[in-house]
């Protein structure tokens, strides 16, 4: 008698529970990314004080040399005196930022900066153009 050979066992179904379950996690990393993303940060409910010192916060003092060789205090023209006085009553601890103009002479520039190392002003920044 001659075996006979059964058929593969055909696949009438998926099985779609690992698919699920892959799914259900994706889900819910996608929730929890997306308030952080809607929110911008963590939310965190801070506590209170009663005396409690608010630090004051300083914004930067802007120097601008133009072209011409003019020096600007934030957006008031000076000469180099009238920026020493201005730049020795503020905090050393303030943030400078010098703003020239790639068509200014140096010299104007180096004045600038030695009024500025001069005074100690250690917090400064020079801006540029990528």
Known sequence: MAKCKKAPKRFDEINVIPFIDIMLVLLVMVLTTATFIKQGVIPVDLPEAKKADKEKIQKEI??????????FFEKEKVDLKTLKNKLSSISKKQTV???SDKESRFQDFVSVMDIL??????QLY???KE
């Open 126 to 128: 020079i801006v540029t």
């Open 117 to 122: 190392k001069e005074l100690k002003h250690e």
């Open 62 to 71: 802007n120097i601008y040399v133009n072209s011409k060789g003019e020096i």
């Open 97 to 99: 930022v010098l703003r």
